[in-house]
């Protein structure tokens, strides 16, 4: 875990400046930690696109879908060793023509936490995927 | 799923003061619902909702082994002699039995069985437990609609499939069938296939009751009027032949192949004699003999089927006979469509047909003289089943076009007015002139299969009652059984059929004496415009030319 013992080391100096920096918002995190969302729109989109890909609806298989779109996203999520806590969300429905709305409200820290959605539709399936990350 | 993540964080940075801001509400997606569907959507106006409290039930069917009876017998003749006895030495018999006449066991014994007998043969003779009460009282009316009810199916044991061709009752009412299989379509016998014919019991149907094994499928076969256990029968080749079924499964004999029919033997009737051995057959080869059974040789007589004054020859699908009509008497029907009448004792061999009736246009498979009216007689052919007068040349009456081709048919021996015909389509038809005319009352389905024979048992006792055998392309004989109303003669029937017949007959006459008659009008009026318009003669001409001469002569010399 060197990268997230990095800001540990960077803050052993109590320098006033840097704590001043830590007191004006990233709550203690380096620059390198945060997230860079086009990198987590791309996982996404890949975790989808492998899980569903051509695959017509099916109102069977949306539970497996959910569930590996998750489990994809969230491996290669973790796999970029940021010391952040993810949340993902992902809405299925069959594109007939309904409409779907969709909305979020948070309170958190806006500098170091934030959210993506990627909005994904085939020829019969649409999937709103939305992935929030909150620092540590 | 796991996914691991691991991190290091630092005691001090612990518990810090979070910089919360609050970030408002975020648009994630705003898909608008398409508009273009929800103009097409419909309220559904109404809908069933069924509700039941009965407790489900589900239907099975399931389709048994045929329960196979077999019926066996022990004959004791002689037996519970002591071993020291040998009952067929008369005086070893004879002394045992004085032994034992004297024992006093024996001498009590016979005396108290003695009592129990007496006691009941007296019960016996003092109730006749067999009497019928209400004997004098008129049978009732019957109102119920006519059926029938499918008893069993006789399949053909073998298991190539022939077709049942010709039924025949056992004359006596036990419910004995026999049925001839053959395959009527020409070359199209499957290789192999077994010549061998049955006679069935009702009460058996799983096994035949005797088998009839001829060198030659069977086309037709009837029990002989006298000798019941005498079954003649006409052979695919053409060649009669007879079964005695005291004697065993082979024919007793045969025709000669040269002096036979060349064609299959279609139809066959005993003719009335004094040993009841003689019989009258026809064939599609356009003839028809007339054997004896004791010389089979060569037959008595032999007729070529010709119309009177034709000279196509015929080809003779089916034979009638009754001795009411006459016994020298006979019509045949052919396969032309043409039903010829015959005398067999004609003084002039030419005059043997005595008439022909036309009007079928196909082979004719059925004829039947009415049994309470022989003058009158039924003929089914292509679609249609006519009744005929013997002495009028156009069908009495006729039914009205059936959907498929018929083929077979016969009146009902009990009634009058009820006849029945089987169809291409394997239905059952039922005519009662007494009820309906334009429409069978009964129409019964019985197999999927062209049906091929038909034969209604008249009389019959016990379980062989009021029987019908239906014959199927496929070797299965389906028994059925008629509804009393069927079988039981109605009130008045007869007078009212007889009429109906004379009422119809007279019309027929009327309309062919009107037809003649206008036949001879037309003839006339033809003969009357061939004539000159004037009616000037020679004489009337040489008259008026002198007349001229004369005033012109007058005029010259003036």
Redesign the interface.
């Known amino acids: 875990m060197a990268a997230a013992a990095a800001p540990a080391a960077a803050h052993q100096q109590l320098d006033p400046l840097a704590l001043a920096d830590f007191e004006a918002g990233l709550d203690g995190l380096h620059e390198n930690d945060l997230i860079d969302e086009a990198e987590v729109d791309s996982i996404v989109r890949e975790s989808i696109l492998h899980t569903i890909g051509d695959t017509p609806w099916a109102d069977s298989k949306v539970g497996t879908w959910t569930s590996h779109i998750i489990e994809g996203a969230l491996k290669k999520l973790a796999a970029l060793q940021k010391p952040m806590k993810y949340i993902c969300h992902v809405s299925l429905t069959q594109r007939a023509g309904a409409g779907l709305h969709a909305a979020s409200c948070s309170r958190w820290n806006q500098k170091t936490d934030g959210l993506l959605s990627v909005h994904w539709e085939s020829q019969t399936v649409l999937a709103l995927v939305t992935v929030f990350w909150v620092a540590l | 799923?796991e996914?691991?993540?691991?991190?290091?964080?630092?005691r001090r940075?612990f518990g810090?003061h979070?910089?919360?801001?609050?970030?408002?509400?975020?648009?994630?997606?705003?898909?608008?619902?398409?508009e273009?569907?929800?103009k097409a959507w419909i309220v559904k106006p109404q809908t069933t909702v069924a509700v039941q409290a009965a407790p489900d039930m589900s239907e099975h069917e399931a389709n048994t082994t045929a329960v196979v009876l077999v019926n066996s017998g022990m004959a004791h003749l002689e037996g519970g002699w002591p071993k020291e006895v040998d009952h067929t030495e008369a005086e070893q018999v004879v002394r045992w039995r004085r032994k034992v006449e004297k024992d006093e066991d024996y001498i009590k014994q016979v005396v108290r069985l003695g009592a129990v007998v007496e006691e009941l043969v007296k019960q016996n003779n003092a109730i006749d437990i067999y009497e019928t009460y209400f004997e004098d009282l008129p049978p009732q009316q019957l109102c119920e609609p006519p059926s029938t009810c499918t008893l069993t199916i006789l399949r053909d044991p073998a298991a190539i499939k022939r077709g049942a061709q010709a039924l025949s009752w056992h004359p006596d009412g036990s419910g004995r069938l026999a049925v001839a299989y053959s395959v009527l379509e020409f070359q199209r016998q499957p290789p192999g296939m077994p010549a061998t014919s049955y006679v069935w019991n009702v009460a058996n149907p799983s096994a035949p009751e005797a088998s009839l094994a001829a060198p030659v499928p069977l086309v037709t076969l009837g029990f002989n009027l006298k000798d019941h256990n005498l079954i003649g029968a006409g052979q695919y080749n053409g060649q009669v032949t007879f079964f005695d079924l005291c004697k065993g499964a082979a024919p007793v004999d045969a025709s000669p192949v040269q002096h036979s029919h060349h064609a299959p033997l279609h139809d066959f009737a005993w003719t009335q004699s004094k040993a009841g051995s003689e019989l009258m057959s026809t064939s599609t080869d356009g003839s028809v003999a007339w054997w004896d059974l004791r010389k089979l040789g060569e037959p008595l007589e032999r007729l070529t089927l010709r119309e009177r004054g034709g000279e196509a020859v015929l080809g003779g699908m089916c034979l009638e006979y009754s001795p009411p009509v006459g016994p020298t008497k006979f019509m045949v029907g052919t396969d032309q469509g043409t039903i010829l009448a015959g005398n067999r004792k004609a003084k002039q061999p030419a005059d043997r047909i005595t008439a022909s009736y036309t009007g079928h246009h196909s082979a004719v498979y059925s004829l039947s003289r009415n049994p309470f009216f022989p003058k009158y007689f039924l003929s089914v052919g292509d679609w249609t089943a006519r009744v005929w007068n013997e002495d009028l040349r156009t069908p009495v009456s006729t039914t009205p076009y059936a959907p498929s081709h018929l083929t077979c048919g016969g009146w009902s021996p009990s009634r009058p007015g009820v006849f029945y015909t089987t169809s291409h389509a394997g239905v059952l038809d039922v005519w009662d002139y007494y009820f309906k005319q334009r429409a069978p009352v009964l129409s019964v389905r019985v197999a999927d299969r062209p049906l091929t024979a038909l034969a209604v048992a008249s009389g019959g006792v016990g379980q062989a009652q009021r029987l019908a055998g239906v014959g199927c392309a496929d070797g299965g004989v389906t028994l059925l059984q008629l509804s009393r109303g069927l079988v039981e003669m109605q009130d008045n029937e007869k007078v009212v059929i007889g009429s109906m017949l004379d009422r119809e007959t007279s019309r027929e006459k009327n309309l062919e004496k009107n037809a003649k008659e206008a036949r001879a009008k037309a003839r006339k009026e033809a003969a009357r415009t061939a004539e000159p318009l004037d009616h000037v003669t020679d004489e009337d001409l040489a008259e008026l030319e002198r007349q001229f001469f004369e005033m012109t002569a007058g005029s010259d010399t003036e």
């Open positions: 799923m996914v691991a993540h691991r991190y290091v964080k630092q940075q810090r979070p910089h919360f801001t609050d970030q408002g509400a975020e648009l994630l997606l705003d898909l608008r619902p398409n273009e569907h929800a």
